[in-house]
């Protein structure tokens, strides 16, 4: 549970696009009507979400009711969004004033030979302004209302569009949901978006999957910041706490549930998270704070600026955390805990730097760059447990060039280095220490978008990317690099004036697969009104081998027996896992005041890649030195594991349901409900995995949000998941590894906010379930109090 208060002085509404559209259209339908009212109802909409369109509206109307110095004002502020059309809207600025000059010369000839009244004349002081003269009004071009305040996302198709006809399943958390709930990590704010599973086995390692999959080290789910990956490519997962940004510098969080292999490639397997910041120099400049039990911390600062046609972000800040339990105690004798500072989850310290010129013409350029230094609790994935991650260095810079032409281009490079080692070693084990990890990821790409006309109405992007990998790391064979290429298309096609079609294609070039991959995706949507729709979408993804998967070569300690160990080994002739997926749904946005999405799927998973169990070694083996004694790790090698493809073929079955209601100002509640089913329906699954129940059938969310108009704000959520089987390899005496079952408790979590004028707060968690586990061998969850602090400047 979460008791949040006293953060945020101004006053705003439970949802804020939903209050800022009503009061857009209510204002637009007053100013098309003649009357001056409808722009107060326009500022107010303004002042509650920031939007260009509105307040180029704002100043147009201005300007038709004759009230030039407000007009111009307001026409200033639509400039500081760097427009495309800025130049016509400093033509117009120009005009106004040329206009009021003439005014007040008029005014001054009318004051020194004032003219004698008319009898019966009298003067209304009450009269409107005078009315624009025609050649004005027609310099501010049409009154723009196009997707203003509605629901828009660029995930889906790598433009902008409407969520309601994008052609996947989508979820957007905005920047007043994670204001809201007042929760302290990206992953935990994921969980209130339905089909997302969110594990925690320390406070240091968050796993993320959506629409089951998940894993210690997930590695079905691509994360984007601002369209850039930033997975770790040597396990092909993400490392939440190590990213570089602040909570309160996102403007969204857009979600695409399902397959998004046809867009993005091998790693959008089971969807794509993509987190959006604010853009540099538009957001406010803030300090924040947050410290409390257990050592949990979090600083973050932030700065926007704008100079001419230059604007910038600075933003930097620390965290940390102390573990919910420890692994082993330090002062037994029958264990070694290596780390000098074994109950650290958790400490990140991070700076970014980000910047945009506007060149003019349409041209702009983006740049930035931002890193973190880290020391993380992760749990490692096969009979690897806790392991200790010290100096983890992340880092990723960027360089984005769009034009009026419809072409960006965009490279980036990501860097990651550390060092690691087991939390607890048994005596005599077989030490695992990484020295001097070291990747290296370079991604490229150009694309080129265009409207045209052809046999119907096209709305069409196209592109090719390289990204290139090299990796340093004493677990794998050898030092290696990849070169990756891949081509795309995206189509959406107006078929009917009710009736879209959408085809997306990619083709990957992957070095170590036999042949190119193939992802393509196809969607129909049918709109019976402007703001609903139901899709039908068919589509085939994959997801690669990971550097892990094929290269790794790692003695690990066979438990109970000194001076031997079994090797896992990796395979370059692993094939891709493959995932055939097919979902109706369902989205209705057309009252302000409620929401509603359903959707069903069915996700059929061929190939996915496990460890086979353990071959023991034979003394040909030995004679052929396949098998050896190792010096390094004072051990003789008695089997293998090795990564295989599974032969058994998976079946998802699916269903989720979210609604959100605005039922009086101020007030929004919302609820969504996921179901879900994996079972093996063809081939040999692994021994026991054909029960493998990992991701919850049942997953409910519930919330409520309360914007009082005398500045008190409150909010709840409440979090359940059913049980779970997990079937994991564990070690086995006689044969190394076995396949064992491990049976997890449903649990819930409740967090609530109370929240006021000042910027003072006080943050509990997990106060209604603690000591629960999210994976078998994950710690047990504790609960926190913290204290907040959130400055604007």
């Known amino acids: 549970m979460m008791l949040l208060g006293l953060l945020h002085p101004e006053v705003a509404h439970a949802d804020e696009r939903t209050e800022a559209r009503r009061l857009f259209r209510d204002g637009m339908t007053l100013v098309q009507a003649g009357d001056v009212a409808g722009i107060a109802s326009l500022e107010e909409a303004y002042r509650i979400l920031p939007h260009p369109h509105v307040i180029y509206n704002i100043a147009r109307a201005y300007a038709e009711f004759g009230l030039y110095r407000e007009s111009i004002r307001?026409?200033?502020?639509?400039l500081e969004w760097d427009p495309s059309d800025a130049v016509e809207v400093e033509e117009f600025i120009a005009s106004m004033r040329e206009l009021l000059g003439q005014q007040e010369r008029a005014a001054e000839v009318a004051t020194t030979a004032p003219q004698p009244a008319v009898e019966g004349e009298t003067t209304d002081p009450t009269a409107g302004p005078a009315p624009a003269p025609e050649r004005v009004s027609e310099l501010g071009g049409q009154a723009r209302a196009e997707g203003v305040y509605e629901e828009q996302v660029v995930s889906a198709s790598r433009f902008v569009e409407s969520s309601v006809a994008a052609p996947s399943s989508t979820t957007v958390i905005t920047a007043q949901d994670i204001r809201l709930s007042g929760l302290q990590t990206l992953a935990d704010v994921l969980r209130r978006a339905v089909g997302v599973e969110v594990m925690a086995l320390s406070p240091g390692d968050q796993q993320v999957s959506i629409r089951g999959l998940n894993q210690r080290q997930s590695n079905k789910v691509l994360v984007f910041i601002d369209g850039r990956s930033v997975y770790i490519d040597s396990l092909g997962s993400t490392f939440w706490n190590v990213l570089p940004i602040g909570l309160d510098d996102i403007e969204r969080i857009e979600i695409i549930r399902g397959a998004a292999s046809a867009v993005y490639g091998a790693d959008a397997f089971s969807g794509l998270i993509?987190?959006?910041?604010?853009?540099?120099g538009e957001g406010g400049s803030h300090v924040s704070v947050a410290a409390g039990s257990?050592?949990?911390?979090?600083?973050e600062v932030v700065a926007h600026g704008r100079q001419s046609i230059a604007s910038f972000r600075v933003a930097g800040g620390y965290g940390r955390a102390d573990q919910f339990e420890l692994e082993a105690n330090p002062a037994r004798v029958d264990q070694v805990v290596p780390s000098e500072?074994?109950?650290m989850a958790r400490r990140s310290i991070w700076f970014r730097g980000d910047g945009r010129l506007n060149l003019g013409r349409g041209y702009a350029l983006e740049m930035g760059s931002g890193v973190s230094l880290n020391r993380l609790s992760q749990y490692g994935i096969g009979r690897l447990r806790q392991l200790f991650i010290d100096e983890f260095v992340f880092a990723q810079?960027?360089?984005?060039l769009t034009t009026p032409v419809g072409i960006t281009a965009r490279v980036f490079w990501n860097m990651e280095t550390a060092d690691a080692q087991l939390a607890v070693e048994p005596p005599a084990a077989v030490p695992l220490v990484t020295r001097d990890l070291a990747t290296h990821i370079a991604d490229a790409d150009v694309n080129y978008r265009a409207r045209f006309h052809l046999g119907v109405d096209h709305n069409?992007?196209?592109?090719?990317?390289?990204?290139?990998?090299?990796?340093?790391?004493?677990w794998l064979d050898d030092s290696h690099t990849q070169n990756h290429f891949a081509a795309y298309l995206t189509d959406t096609m107006q078929l009917a004036r009710r009736l879209q079609g959408v085809l997306n294609f990619r083709v990957d070039r992957h070095p170590l697969l036999r042949r190119p991959q193939y992802s393509p995706r196809i969607a129909l949507l049918f709109q019976p009104t402007e703001r609903s729709s139901l899709r039908g979408t068919f589509g085939l993804a994959f997801r690669s081998p990971t550097f892990l998967e094929s290269y790794v070569e790692l003695p690990v300690s066979v438990p109970g027996l000194r001076g031997v160990s079994a090797l896992s080994l990796g395979?370059?002739?692993?094939d891709p896992e493959r995932m055939l997926t097919t979902e109706i749904g369902y989205r209705n946005q057309d009252s302000d005041y409620f929401a509603l999405e359903v959707t069903a799927y069915m996700n059929l998973v061929d190939d996915a890649i496990v460890s086979s169990e353990v071959s023991a070694f034979t003394l040909g083996d030995y004679g052929s030195g396949h098998a050896s004694y190792s010096d390094s790790v004072a051990a003789f090698s008695v089997g293998q594991v090795r990564n295989q493809n599974e032969a058994a073929r998976f079946r998802q079955l699916g269903a989720e349901l979210g609604v959100r209601f605005f039922p009086v100002r101020g007030l929004d509640v919302y609820a969504n409900y996921s179901l879900h089913d994996t079972r093996a329906v063809g081939g040999v699954a692994a021994v026991g995995r054909e029960n493998d129940q990992r991701t919850s059938r049942h997953k409910l969310n519930l919330g409520v949000q309360y914007r009082a108009p005398f500045g008190l704000d409150l909010s709840a959520d409440f979090h359940w998941v059913s049980s779970q089987l997990w079937v994991m390899t564990i070690p086995d005496v006689e044969t190394g590894a076995s396949f064992g079952q491990f049976p997890l408790r449903a649990y819930a979590l409740l967090n609530a906010l109370l929240d006021g004028r000042l910027q003072l707060g006080v943050v509990g968690t997990n106060l209604v379930d603690p000591h629960h586990r999210e994976h078998p061998l994950g710690q047990r969850v504790d609960r926190?109090?913290?204290?907040?602090l959130s400055l604007g400047f």
């Not at 307001?74 to 639509?78: G, S």
């Not at 257990?294 to 600083?299: C, D, E, I, S």
């Not at 069409?460 to 004493?474: L, P, T």
């Open 341 to 343: 500072d074994p109950e």
């Open 74 to 78: 307001a026409f200033e502020q639509y």
């Open 571 to 574: 395979s370059e002739r692993l």
């Open 784 to 788: 926190r109090v913290l204290g907040t």
């Open 294 to 299: 257990h050592g949990t911390a979090r600083a």
């Open 397 to 400: 810079t960027y360089l984005t």
């Open 460 to 474: 069409a992007a196209v592109g090719v990317s390289y990204r290139f990998k090299s990796i340093v790391w004493n």
């Open 274 to 280: 993509n987190i959006i910041t604010r853009t540099p």
